[in-house]
């Protein structure tokens, strides 16, 4: 079976400055796709960023990017220029592209704190 | 608001009680999920539909029931629930097939006394 593993409960940042959460999988398959979800307080989980793993280019959504390192099973998001608006809880995510179900197996999340 | 809504928001409900959760997705999607948030634990998926088959029932306790009567609606009816059972319930929505992305709703927030 398919584990996510997130290995920083909680990260702070300043606001405007860089920051990267870690995010590793476990997984024999080779065709897949990996998630970034962010969770503000009290609001709707929204998808940040996609990548499959059959591209080895990087997936980048303006000041989110992702380093997908498919032979390490690491998936880490980079937050450039940080804003208050990020404070959130971030989830990785994993999807079989071979297995049918649509099924998200989801990391347990980093509190991401973003100080003025 | 990205087009998945649920209802109620928060239910506080005894062990005894029956109610249901509401989800209505309005993007044309045809597969529709629901998930469990507990506090310091990654979310779990409990069942899934796709054109509105159950495709998915990740060992839930039969005292979590879901009904899909059409691509648009789903339903979570809850019966004899144990206080364990009190959390976060998200619905999501999507695409059926490999990699699309998954809308959630804001959830319901449970409370079992």
């Known amino acids: 079976a398919q584990t996510v593993t997130q290995s920083q409960p909680e990260m702070s940042v300043q606001e405007a400055e860089t920051v990267t959460l870690s995010c590793t999988y476990d997984t024999s398959e080779n065709n897949y796709y990996l998630f970034w979800y962010k969770q503000p307080p009290s609001r709707q989980m929204i998808l940040v960023i996609r990548?499959?793993?059959?591209?080895?280019q990087n997936a980048t959504e303006n000041r989110f990017s992702v380093n997908f390192q498919k032979a390490a099973k690491s998936f880490s998001l980079k937050i450039s220029d940080s804003q208050l608006g990020d404070t959130a809880m971030y989830f990785c995510?994993?999807?079989?592209?071979?297995?049918?179900?649509?099924?998200?197996?989801f990391g347990a999340g980093t509190i991401l704190r973003v100080k003025s | 608001e990205t087009g998945v809504t649920q209802t109620p928001r928060h239910l506080v409900m005894g062990m005894t009680n029956k109610k249901s959760l509401k989800c209505e997705q309005h993007l044309g999607h045809n597969a529709m999920y629901w998930y469990k948030q507990s506090a310091k634990k990654p979310l779990e998926l409990m069942f899934v539909?796709?054109?509105?088959?159950?495709?998915e029932n990740n060992s839930v306790p039969s005292r979590f029931s879901p009904e899909c009567p059409n691509s648009s609606h789903l339903f979570l009816h809850l019966h004899t629930l144990q206080p364990e059972d009190s959390a976060l319930y998200l619905c999501?929505?999507?695409?059926?097939?490999?990699?699309?992305?998954?809308?959630f709703g804001p959830g319901t927030r449970l409370t079992v006394t």
């Open positions: 539909y796709s054109l509105e088959e159950r495709v």
């Open positions: 999501a929505s999507s695409q059926d097939g490999r990699g699309y992305e998954q809308y």
């Open positions: 995510a994993f999807m079989s592209g071979e297995k049918y179900g649509n099924k998200l197996v």
């Open positions: 990548q499959e793993a059959y591209k080895q």
